[in-house]
């Protein structure tokens, strides 16, 4: 008899504890989802880890998730489950494989990058150094603010603008009006590229807003 009752207990416990297994299940899919929509990257290889134990009664057929201000795209990261009412954060570990930019040779320092110094490969992006690019549309043409070495991944941190107008420099201010134009000569208050906004200041000493043409002058339309 105690026997009996040892087993009647022992079957009890699995089936109270496989709907809690098989939410668990559940609830890495829907993240894998929700992680796959959030970031637009060249890869579905995403692994997500639960740190936080579920509440066992949360069931939660239609979850709702979001980010809580997180500071890293991948690794650890913050988020709450909203199921109804009912809410819950959780802590995941989000591992991420997809294709990411190094050098493919020495970048000395103060160079504008261009196509042939940069590789494309894949590894794990969780693992990477902060702002580590994942195109090479996007680091082509800027500039390394110091030497980058073969196998290095590149991130934002290490480039820089290749600026068309740089601060304190000379250059060649364009008043524009209707059925008018005065040049003039002024020295760039700021840094700037092609269509945007920067600040100049001519010799009378007043101070103008323009915008930076193709051919390096400022124009201010009056």
């Avoid at 196509?115 to 500039?143: A, M, Q």
């Avoid at 941190?157 to 009006?177: D, E, H, S």
Wanted: aromatic share 10%.
């Amino acid at each position: 008899m105690q026997l009996i009752k040892i087993f009647f207990y022992l079957f009890i416990s699995f089936l109270s504890f496989q709907p809690f297994n098989v939410h668990a299940w559940n609830l890495v899919d829907e993240l894998n989802n929700f992680f796959k929509k959030e970031y637009f990257l060249k890869t579905r290889n995403i692994k997500v880890i639960i740190h936080t134990p579920l509440k066992k009664k949360l069931i939660c057929e239609k979850p709702v998730f979001s980010l809580v201000n997180n500071i890293h795209d991948f690794g650890l990261i913050d988020i709450i489950l909203m199921c109804g009412s009912q809410k819950q954060y959780l802590q995941i570990e989000l591992q991420v494989e997809g294709e990411y930019i190094i050098a493919k040779k020495k970048i000395s320092r103060g160079t504008k990058i261009a196509e042939r110094d940069l590789k494309s490969i894949v590894g794990r992006l969780d693992v990477l150094p902060r702002g580590t690019y994942f195109n090479k549309k996007d680091v082509i043409n800027r500039v390394n603010l110091r030497d980058i070495f073969p196998f290095q991944p590149i991130t934002s941190f290490i480039t820089r603008p290749c600026w068309l107008i740089k601060n304190n420099q000379q250059v060649t201010v364009k008043l524009q009006g209707k059925n008018f134009e005065i040049i003039l000569i002024g020295k760039s208050l700021n840094h700037g590229n092609r269509r945007e906004k920067i600040r100049v200041k001519i010799k009378s000493g007043k101070i103008l807003t323009g915008i930076i043409s193709k051919r390096g002058e400022v124009v201010v339309i009056l």
